[in-house]
């Protein structure tokens, strides 16, 4: 039986050939999935600084890594980025 979320809100990409998502809902908080498997997650309701990340992972395969960061500004309505390395993939502009 799956869970009830409220107001769940989802953001995708690709890098080196992986699937990113995030998703954040006020009942679950923010979950960071790669290839489908949830390597980070916060309950946290609130982000008031846009410069520092919400979640991070740093994920290592086949001899190389990459840094991913999830930066996000919550307060009535929830806007996320994801950061690869220092760059910005997908999500909102803020």
């Known amino acids: 039986m799956k869970k009830f ?24 908080g923010m979950r960071l ?5 949830c390597l980070a997650e916060t309950g946290r309701l609130f982000a008031l600084s846009r410069s520092e ?7 290592a395969v ?3 890594s990459f840094l991913i960061e ?3 500004y919550a307060l009535l309505t ?13 999500g909102d502009e803020f």
């Open 5 to 28: 979320e409220l107001f769940p809100k989802e953001w995708t990409a690709t890098h080196a050939g992986h699937k990113i998502r995030v998703r954040n809902s006020w009942s679950h």
């Open 33 to 37: 999935f790669v290839d489908g498997e």
């Open 53 to 59: 990340p919400v979640l991070s992972h740093r994920v």
């Open 62 to 64: 086949d001899g190389a």
């Open 70 to 72: 999830i930066f996000c």
């Open 78 to 90: 929830v806007k996320a980025k994801i950061v690869v390395d220092g760059q910005q993939i997908a």
